[in-house]
């Protein structure tokens, strides 16, 4: 039993490292008998990790793979973000088209119209007077001193 | 340039230990790992993942080579390794750095031990 899983063990690492070494590592296996099978059991666990992650290259893939991932994630996390944003502001100038004025806004703002339309036609006036007599102009113009 | 020799100094312990096993004469795995053991009174134990990655990396550095088996009535599967001369250089350089930390340890104890009292 234990000779199949350590076959299998040397059948997991990398092709290059099996074909060079494999049947080697069968024969110290099975030289090493029942006593040393444990040991070389543990050991080619540590030999699969350590041929696959440093000396294979993986660990280039799998940092670039790991990098990746989170530019995506992070593209994606803001791309939802951008099209929440969206749909608030979609929300909120629909909101502001749809709200009809009450009585008292309605006043107010009618209110402010009048009193700009005075406003500008008290200046008007002013200005039409100091045209035709400027002698009431500069008059006025005393009595605003 | 480089020293191509002091470039693979120093040498990690189960290079160390490999190449100090194939530097009389050829062994195959199992073999190495015997004397491997021997040579460290059983404190230092490889498993035959470890050596034979540490092989490869021996053999890449033309440190050890593989050589024809020594008898026809052997496992067919066993691959039996020898130091290179330049493997033999490199041992060498290895074992005069380790003289010398180890004589300064020596006589930093020494000195310890005289200077405690």
């Known amino acids: ?145 | 340039m480089k020293d191509p020799i002091a470039s693979l100094l120093p040498l990690s312990p189960a290079a160390l230990h490999i190449m100090t096993a194939v530097a009389g004469e050829e062994r195959h795995g199992y073999a190495i790992m015997q004397e491997v053991a021997r040579q460290s009174d059983g404190r230092y134990k490889l498993g035959p993942g470890t050596l034979y990655d540490n092989i490869e990396k021996l053999i890449d550095r033309g440190l050890i080579k593989e050589v024809a088996r020594s008898s026809a009535n052997d496992d067919p599967r066993r691959r039996y390794y020898q130091l290179t001369t330049f493997g033999r250089r490199v041992l060498s350089a290895e074992v005069s750095r380790l003289g010398s930390v180890l004589r300064a340890a020596k006589m930093r104890l020494a000195t310890n031990d005289s200077g405690e009292v």
């Open chain 1, 1 to 145: 039993m234990s000779r199949f899983i350590y076959r299998l063990l040397i059948g997991l690492h990398p092709r290059a490292f099996r074909e060079r070494f494999g049947d080697e590592m069968l024969c110290v296996f099975d030289e090493s008998g029942p006593m040393g099978a444990a040991g070389c059991l543990l050991d080619a666990g540590a030999s699969l990790a350590r041929q696959w992650l440093l000396r294979s290259g993986l660990w280039r893939w799998a940092i670039g793979a790991g990098a990746t991932a989170l530019l995506i994630v992070s593209y994606a996390h803001s791309e939802a973000n951008f099209q929440k944003q969206q749909i608030i502001a979609q929300d909120l100038a629909e909101a502001r088209r749809a709200r009809p004025l009450d009585k008292t806004e309605f006043n107010r703002e009618a209110a402010q119209a009048v009193a700009m339309l005075a406003h500008f036609r008290e200046i008007d006036r002013k200005k039409s007077h100091r045209l035709h007599s400027p002698q009431a102009a500069s008059k006025d113009e005393s009595s605003q001193d």
